[in-house]
Nanobody, 117 residues
């Protein structure tokens, strides 16, 4: 498994920005596909964004506002979140898998993002 440590969550007002970071260790970073999932209270976990080769993808609910990126030199994946909405509130989890796999197999502990109106 991959060890994942997230940071960057917090309490912000609607319209604000946050950047989440996740540092990975335990497996060669360049071989990993990485993603962000979130879970809102009372809702199922939702895949928000992912990044692999050849590119990245974002859920319809966040496309145009959120951007996932990675820095292979720092073993870090980021989620830049702009124009946050109240419905973006939830616990955000970093996740990873080998690029040849199709199922996420590692998760971080989660970081809380709360957006107030």
């Amino acid at each position: 498994q991959v060890q994942l440590v997230e940071s960057g969550g917090g309490l912000v007002q609607a319209g604000a920005s946050l950047r989440l970071s996740c540092v990975a260790s335990g497996r060669p970073f360049s071989r990993l596909a990485l993603g962000w999932l979130r879970q809102a209270p009372g809702k199922e976990r939702e895949e928000v964004a992912g990044i692999s080769w050849p590119g990245a993808w974002h859920a319809d609910s966040v496309r145009g506002r959120f951007t996932i990126s990675r820095d292979n030199a720092k073993n870090t994946v980021y989620l830049q979140m702009n124009n946050l909405k109240v419905e973006d509130t939830g616990v955000y989890y970093c996740t990873a898998r080998d690029q040849i796999q199709s199922v996420w197999d590692s998760w971080g502990q989660g970081t809380q993002v709360t957006v107030s109106s």
